[in-house]
């Protein structure tokens, strides 16, 4: 017996069968949609990526002249020292010109770049100064010579120490505190603050806002800083969580 289909048949066969093609024509265009989005976000990634080397590198530009022009103001300052403000001068000279253009440095260097950067500020203390400076390296810290730590990120917490205390006062003092441990780089520095107005010279705070936005864009979530004053005290803590960062960049790929 022949089965003939009937008008509302043929209308519910054809509209299943545009529903089909309708359905296939939406799943074609989601495929290319999701293509095309994750065309554009590895585009995107790496637009960002370029944007990011292009700041760190402007920030590096203006963070090395400025470091070296008050680096030769310390030893200006006091010329009878020069000897051994020289040799000092070296070992940072040596890290800006060569070290610096490394994407990063162990924190072993850092810290040495640090402490030879410290002494070359003494220079222009008052012997009655109180300056402290304490080194606590943990041991068996792996991760203390392995490269994870951008070149002169310590520089504008240590400057700004000696530029905003009274150094030729005997009741004034700096307390800088570098240290390393469980994959986590410390520097902490503490001064007292000068009574004195300080002077507001053009391109003043090119550092604090270059190790700002370095760490930002660096280290993202993995790290930690903090400024604050307590009474006539200036503190600053930074932590930079090397292990964190460096399981991160493992993961990723990079």
Same mark, same amino acid.
């Given at each position: 017996?022949?089965?003939?289909?009937?008008? @509302?048949?043929?209308?519910v066969l054809t509209g299943f069968i545009l529903l089909i093609f309708t359905l296939a024509y939406l799943i074609v265009r989601l495929i290319k949609s999701e293509k095309k989005k994750v065309s554009i976000e590895a585009k995107y990634n790496e637009l960002e990526l370029k944007i990011n080397n292009l700041q760190l590198?402007?920030?590096?530009?203006?963070?090395?002249?400025?470091?070296?022009?008050?680096?030769?103001?310390?030893?200006?300052?006091?010329?009878?020292?020069?000897?051994?403000?020289?040799?000092?001068?070296?070992?940072?000279? $040596?890290?800006?010109?060569?070290?610096?253009?490394?994407?990063?440095? *162990?924190?072993?260097?850092?810290?040495?770049?640090?402490?030879?950067?410290?002494?070359?500020?003494?220079?222009?203390?008052?012997?009655?100064?109180?300056?402290?400076?304490?080194?606590?390296?943990?041991?068996?810290?792996?991760?203390?010579? @392995?490269?994870?730590?951008?070149?002169?990120?310590? !520089?504008?917490?240590?400057?700004?120490?000696?530029?905003?205390? $009274?150094?030729?006062?005997?009741?004034?003092?700096?307390?800088?505190?570098? =240290?390393?441990? $469980?994959?986590?780089?410390?520097?902490? !520095?503490?001064?007292?603050?000068? =009574?004195?107005?300080?002077?507001?010279?053009?391109?003043?705070?090119?550092? *604090?806002?270059?190790?700002? @936005?370095?760490?930002?864009?660096?280290?993202?979530?993995?790290?930690?800083?903090?400024?604050?004053?307590?009474?006539?005290?200036?503190?600053?803590?930074?932590?930079?969580?090397?292990?964190?960062?460096? *399981?991160?960049?493992? *993961?990723?790929?990079?």
């Amino acid at each position: 017996m022949d089965i003939i289909p009937t008008a @509302q048949n043929i209308i519910v066969l054809t509209g299943f069968i545009l529903l089909i093609f309708t359905l296939a024509y939406l799943i074609v265009r989601l495929i290319k949609s999701e293509k095309k989005k994750v065309s554009i976000e590895a585009k995107y990634n790496e637009l960002e990526l370029k944007i990011n080397n292009l700041q760190l590198e402007t920030l590096e530009s203006k963070l090395n002249p400025h470091l070296f022009k008050n680096v030769l103001n310390s030893i200006q300052s006091h010329a009878y020292q020069t000897y051994f403000a020289l040799d000092k001068l070296a070992n940072v000279l $040596d890290y800006i010109l060569y070290e610096s253009r490394r994407k990063f440095v *162990t924190s072993r260097e850092e810290v040495e770049f640090a402490l030879s950067l410290i002494e070359i500020n003494k220079i222009k203390l008052s012997p009655l100064f109180d300056l402290k400076v304490k080194s606590k390296i943990s041991e068996n810290e792996s991760l203390f010579d @392995q490269e994870l730590l951008a070149p002169l990120i310590s !520089v504008d917490l240590i400057e700004n120490a000696f530029k905003h205390a $009274d150094i030729h006062s005997s009741e004034a003092f700096i307390s800088i505190i570098l =240290g390393f441990s $469980d994959g986590n780089f410390y520097l902490s !520095v503490s001064n007292k603050i000068s =009574g004195k107005t300080p002077l507001n010279k053009a391109h003043s705070g090119i550092g *604090t806002q270059a190790l700002d @936005q370095r760490l930002r864009i660096i280290y993202k979530d993995h790290y930690k800083l903090e400024r604050f004053v307590d009474g006539d005290v200036y503190h600053a803590h930074l932590k930079i969580k090397l292990l964190e960062y460096k *399981t991160e960049m493992l *993961t990723a790929g990079r």
